[in-house]
C-alpha cells in the first residue's frame, strides 16, 4: 500500500463519489469487502471506498446485487490509499481506504450503479 495512488487509467470515467444503487462488494478467497461508495467508473476499471486496505495485486471479485439481478466482475486490486490522500473524498468521510481495481466490462456495472 503506497502513500499515493499511481492513477494508471487513461480513458474516460464517469464520476460517482457517492452510495451506488444495490450492494455492491468486493470478495477474495478468504474475504469480503463491503463498498461504502463509487468514487469513479471507467471502461477498465473502478475506484471504490472501503473501511479495510486490499492487497495490490490481489485477485478479486466485484459482485453488485440489485433488486433481481447479480453481476460478478473479475479482476485485481490496482492501487489502495487512505482516503485523505485523495482530495475529493477526504471530507466525505467515505470509509477509511479508497481501492483501485482493474477489470473490462464496467459499462455495464456503470449503468446498473445509476439504477
Request: proline share 8%; hydrophobic share 40%; net charge neutral.
Amino acid at each position: 500500500m503506497s502513500p499515493r495512488h499511481p492513477e494508471q487509467r487513461t480513458e474516460s470515467r464517469q464520476r460517482f463519489g457517492g452510495l451506488p444503487a444495490g450492494v455492491l462488494s468486493v470478495h477474495t478467497p478468504d474475504r469480503l469487502w463491503h463498498v461504502l461508495a463509487v468514487r469513479d467508473v471507467s471502461a477498465n476499471g473502478i475506484s471504490l471506498c472501503v473501511d479495510e486496505p486490499l492487497p495490490v495485486g490481489q485477485p478479486v471479485t466485484l459482485i453488485w446485487r440489485g433488486a433481481d439481478l447479480r453481476a460478478e466482475f473479475i479482476g485485481y486490486t490496482a492501487w489502495c490509499a487512505p482516503v485523505e490522500t485523495l482530495p475529493d473524498l477526504a471530507e466525505n468521510h467515505l470509509g477509511r481506504q479508497v481501492v483501485g481495481l482493474s477489470m473490462h466490462g464496467l459499462q455495464q456495472l456503470a449503468c446498473f450503479l445509476r439504477a
